[in-house]
């Protein structure tokens, strides 16, 4: 990376002069910064010119004596929409007709026949179907809220550990970066 020492700001190693002021960039020797609205790259700043940001840390030049320390966490939440009334019978009049008996019937009628497309059988069945159950139907679209959380595995039992490493961009599914030490499952 290069950069400009007057704007603080992060090219690419192809780049030779700021766009900014056009000044010559240099070889890059200090910690990176990014700001996560623009993703913009910076050195030696806190804040992003652009849009006040403040930066996180992209990637540190460490001695060999260095490294970064972190905590990690990991839970499960469970959300879940208010259970909603459904009359089985119903069904049997419907295109196509539902013939079972028992709730695994159903499950398995509903998953072939609906839930890969509801708008279409709603279309089909719109004589069919009750108002109050066309809702239902309807309301099956949606996610459940974000509020609605039925399990959080943290009020259960807690999963944190500790990673040694360093931040670096090219591991970007694990939060930029570069894991050396865990004390997962030790
Ligand atoms: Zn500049
Ligand atoms: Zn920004």
């Excluded at 990176?32 to 030049?61: A, H, M, T, W």
């Excluded at 839930?115 to 239902?136: A, P, Q």
Aim: proline share 3%.
């Amino acid at each position: 990376m290069n950069v400009c020492k007057q704007c603080n700001k992060v090219y690419e190693e192809k780049s030779q002069f700021c766009e900014q002021c056009g000044d010559t960039l240099v070889q890059n020797t200090a910690d990176v910064f990014q700001c996560d609205k623009c993703y913009k790259l910076f050195i030696d700043s806190e804040f992003c010119p652009n849009d006040g940001r403040q930066l996180k840390i992209y990637k540190r030049n460490l001695e060999s004596n260095q490294i970064e320390i972190r905590n990690v966490e990991q839970y499960t939440v469970q959300i879940a929409t208010d259970p909603m009334l459904l009359d089985m019978d119903e069904f049997n009049n419907c295109e196509p007709s539902y013939t079972g008996a028992d709730s695994n019937d159903f499950m398995t009628y509903l998953n072939e026949n609906i839930f890969h497309d509801i708008e279409s059988f709603l279309d089909l069945n719109e004589s069919n179907l009750k108002e109050s159950t066309k809702d239902v139907l309807w309301h099956l679209q949606d996610h459940p809220n974000e509020d609605d959380v039925i399990y959080d595995s943290r009020n259960k039992y807690g999963n944190m550990w500790r990673e040694l490493g360093k931040t670096n961009p090219d591991f970007r599914k694990n939060g930029g970066f570069e894991t050396l030490e865990t004390t997962q499952n030790n």
